[in-house]
């Protein structure tokens, strides 16, 4: 399975601000840029704070039918009335959703969404393999993930992303609270993940970056 990322980034490594997380910190070359780059999904990931800030269908410029939609959550605050759930069901067949979770959903919480939501258990370790592992019986071929800069810690833990489109925006956020690229412990730098650029454009004042990611061996860890 292909796994690419897709996000836009301050020049400081943010990724929005929290004074108002739905604000989008790129123009509207970036939005298209990231309908594009949804064109090669088969299914889209995000976390449960990138869907609570934007709840629609993630889907591409160019595809008929929405993508598998999955969220990882650890609460299960995922409004059922947002736009997902709810434009979910007007099509036929309904847009395919999977919820992720570390511990299974209560039946009272599974009943306040649409039927056809599935329901993925991991456990307490990173969930990354479990999640490729039930993508892969689902016959995905490339999944794309959306952020945030938690659920991208958990996914280069488990050197799972092979290619990342990343937007540098020109600004300067600078708060503390303000959600990262990547978030978590990090990484030593002898084990950091490291990049390689394929390919690098300016449109007006972005700086739009397509790289592959590069994982140390244990030797080289070490």
Known sequence: MRIIACLAASLDGRIGSATNLKDRIGTSADLE???TVRNQADAILCGGETFRQHAAIRKGNQQERPPLQCILTRRFALPPEARLFQQSISSDPPTPILIVSPQPAPLEIQSQYPDHVEWLTTGNSNPVPAILKALAEKGV????????????NLFLQAQAIHELYLTICPLLLGGQSDPGLVTGLGFP????????VIQADWRGQELYLHLKLQYPSPAEAD
């Not at 071929?141 to 991208?152: A, F, K, N, R, S």
């Not at 730098?189 to 390689?196: D, F, H, I, L, S």
Request: charged share 15%; net charge negative; hydrophobic share 40%.
């Open 141 to 152: 071929e490339t999944l794309m993930v959306e952020g945030g800069g938690h659920i991208m």
């Open 33 to 35: 840029h990231l309908l």
């Open 189 to 196: 730098v002898g084990q950091a993940p490291r990049t390689e």
